[in-house]
């Protein structure tokens, strides 16, 4: 079992990491890309730099965590829970730990089709795990094309009476073995009275959903923080002067909690946080 697993290896997750090892931790990193900073072409705010792209920045943390022999994983983290520890599960593993950093930057996987935002808590959910119960034997869709809609779908399927993975006119993820209904027509629009009823795609046809699961692109920072519980509010993980989420042993950093959303402001927080743990786990507080 880790002391500490971060989820993401930007400017605070890494951050986080130097900290935590420096002090004596057992660290474990697992990202999935670049993140945020594949998008920022040019940085030149940043101290030490002149001028410096995302990519060599992230490239150089990543050599800062080979240097301290810091464990990475590359993966995406598509489950968090606890009971008596964290447990974190990718795509292709399941890890232990004492304590999680969310280090996932910004959260944007609310997709742009008419009725998602309506009736979201009235038939669409973002979570499998925390709703599935509400949709026992009913008729239900995951929306989504990856590896994270499929294990979403594949929480439902014992549960619901059908599941149906509605891409979106985007391509199913590949090389996966699965026995699930897929459709991959183009959605128009969400339709129904009180609450979901029905999936209205381009070509006029319908599809009939007491459902809908949203789970686009990977696991964001506000979906893995629903699956365990931890406030989300504006879109921001909520968290004390610490850093530390409602959930105790569960902190975040970085864009992730809003504010300022610069380099200079995730490293910091990263700092932080790594620090904090350091302290409770020298003061024996888990
Ligand atoms: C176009 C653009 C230009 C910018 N220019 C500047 C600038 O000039 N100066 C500046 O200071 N800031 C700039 N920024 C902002 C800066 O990039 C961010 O503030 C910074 O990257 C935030 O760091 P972070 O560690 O919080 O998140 P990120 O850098 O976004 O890192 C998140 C990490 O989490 C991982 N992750 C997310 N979800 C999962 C999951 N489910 N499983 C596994 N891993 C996951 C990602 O793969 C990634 O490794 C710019 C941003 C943009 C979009």
């Avoid at 949709?135 to 590896?147: C, D, F, I, T």
């Avoid at 009823?197 to 893995?224: C, Q």
């Amino acid at each position: 079992m880790y002391d500490v697993i971060i989820i993401g290896a930007g400017p605070a997750g890494v951050s986080a990491a130097v900290y935590a090892k420096r002090g004596g931790l057992n660290v474990l990193v697992i990202a999935k890309d670049t993140g945020t900073l594949e998008k920022a072409k040019k940085i030149e705010n940043y101290y030490g730099f002149k001028s410096i792209t995302g990519e060599e920045l992230y490239r150089n943390g990543l050599e800062q965590l080979k240097h301290l022999n810091i464990e990475l994983v590359k993966d995406e983290v598509v489950q968090l829970n606890y009971t008596k520890k964290f447990e974190v599960t990718t795509v292709n593993n399941v890890f232990e730990s004492k304590y999680v950093v969310l280090a996932t930057g910004v959260s944007r996987n609310v997709p742009n089709i008419r009725g998602i935002k309506e009736f979201e808590g009235k038939g669409v959910s973002y979570c499998a795990i925390c709703d599935a119960f509400f949709y026992r034997n009913k008729n239900v869709a995951v929306l989504g094309s990856g590896n994270y809609a499929i294990h979403e779908a594949e929480i439902l399927k014992p549960v619901a009476k059908s599941v149906t993975l509605l891409t979106n006119n985007e391509k199913l993820v590949e090389n996966r073995d699965i026995d699930l209904n897929v459709n991959e027509k183009k959605i128009r629009e969400v339709r129904g009275y009180d609450k979901v009823d029905e999936v209205v795609f381009d070509d006029d046809t319908k599809e009939k959903v007491n459902g809908i699961f949203v789970a686009i692109g990977t696991a964001s920072t506000n979906d893995l923080a629903r699956k365990i519980g931890a406030r989300v509010e504006n879109n921001n993980i909520v968290v004390n002067e610490n850093l530390e989420t409602n959930v105790p042993g569960l902190y975040a950093c970085g864009d992730c909690t809003g504010g300022i959303l610069q380099i200079s402001k995730a490293t910091y927080e990263g700092t932080k946080v790594g620090l904090e743990i350091i302290n409770k786990i020298k003061n024996g507080k888990k």
